[in-house]
Structure formats: C-alpha cells, structure tokens
C-alpha cells in the first residue's frame, strides 16, 4: 500500500479583527443526561478562557444554539436524528451552559442545521463589525464544529480551531475531523495559542 498523500497547506491565523464563535454549548449538548450530550466540562472550561480573552479585547463573541420552532424546520434533519426533537423553545436543553460568562455584547444565533451559517443572519453580523476571520468553537467536532469551520471559510473568512475547546460523543471522530479540518480547512491551535495572536 502506497503511503498516503499529504497536501501542502500554509498556515495563515487569525487577521486583524477576529470573532469568537461558539457552537452549540448548550445543556443539551454539555449535559451527558440528555441523549445528546458528552461529558464537556474541559470544553466549557476552555471556552471560558476564550470568552474571557475575547470580552477583555472587546472582541465579538457569537453563540449559537439549535431550536425547532415548528414541525417542519430540519424536517430531514430531525427525521435522521429523533433525538434533535427534543430541541424545542420550552426546552432547557437549548439554554446556554450556565457557566459560559456571557455578556450584554455577546450575540446570539438561533440555528436549524449544522452550519452556524445556514439559513441564519450570522454572515451578515459578522459582515456588519468587520470581522476577518473566526474563532471556531463548541460541540461537536465531527457535526456542528465542522460544518461551521468548512462554511467560515466558504464564506471568505480565515478559520482557527482550539482543539482543547471542542469536543466529541465520539473520540475517534473528534480526532479525525480536527485532523482533517486542519489539513484542508483551518489552522487547529490550542487555546493559549489562539489567546497570543490576539491584539
């Protein structure tokens, strides 16, 4: 078997005026009592650090969160999964992570598939602060992380992935994704690493 074949890639960080985006750090994702939750209390506590070095910056900061508002949104979707039903409005599983220090400035997308970007107003939020490029966090790595990275720079954005601050149901698919994110879509750094190339 001939070995594999690695493209050359050039790192390229963050730009002048980057945004934090935090994907899905909501109770139903970083509670393993609900069936679509792990145990995330590493990645919640990265994304703290994150927010923190972000709000003292007063850099943008972006959180996302999945509900379903009627029966017909994500109709495939949610058929493919059953366990996205329970993201309804009424639900706790679709409140941000108590521990996530949010502030007045943060902004909140509300989101239907697994891009970030998707049939939101994220694009055009991240248009109207000038922002360059993306801090990409959250849950989970092999799903709504990933979509998001890809679409970031789908969408002309440099992308920039914390490894320690994100995370995965499944180990082995957390470890490939942010292998392959890095190869092909993203720079994956670690946190203090994302903090020093911050203004």
């Known amino acids: 078997m001939k070995p594999a074949k690695v493209l050359q890639r050039k790192p390229l960080g963050l730009g002048h005026q980057p945004a934090l985006v935090i994907v899905d750090v909501v109770n139903g994702f970083t509670d393993p009592a609900c069936p679509l939750g792990t145990d995330a209390d590493s990645v919640v506590t990265s994304n703290i650090t994150l927010m923190k070095a972000f709000h ?5 900061v972006f959180l996302t969160t999945v509900i379903f508002r009627n029966e017909q949104q994500a109709r495939v979707f949610r058929d493919r999964l059953p366990a996205l039903e329970l993201l309804t409005p009424e639900s706790d599983w679709v409140k941000f992570d108590a521990r996530l220090p949010m502030i007045d400035s943060d902004i909140v997308i509300e989101k239907t598939h697994a891009s970030a970007f998707h049939g939101t107003t994220l694009g055009a939020q991240l248009e109207e602060v000038g922002v360059d490029s993306l801090v990409v966090t959250g849950l989970t790595t092999s799903g709504c992380v990933r979509a ?19 995370g995965d149901r499944n180990h082995n698919a957390h470890d490939a994704n942010l292998y392959d994110l890095n190869a092909k879509y993203a720079d994956v750094l670690t946190v203090n690493e994302v903090i020093a190339q911050l203004l």
């Open 56 to 60: 003292e910056r007063n850099l943008p």
């Open 148 to 166: 998001t990275a890809v679409d970031g720079l789908q969408n002309g954005y440099r992308v920039v992935v914390p490894r320690e601050a994100v």
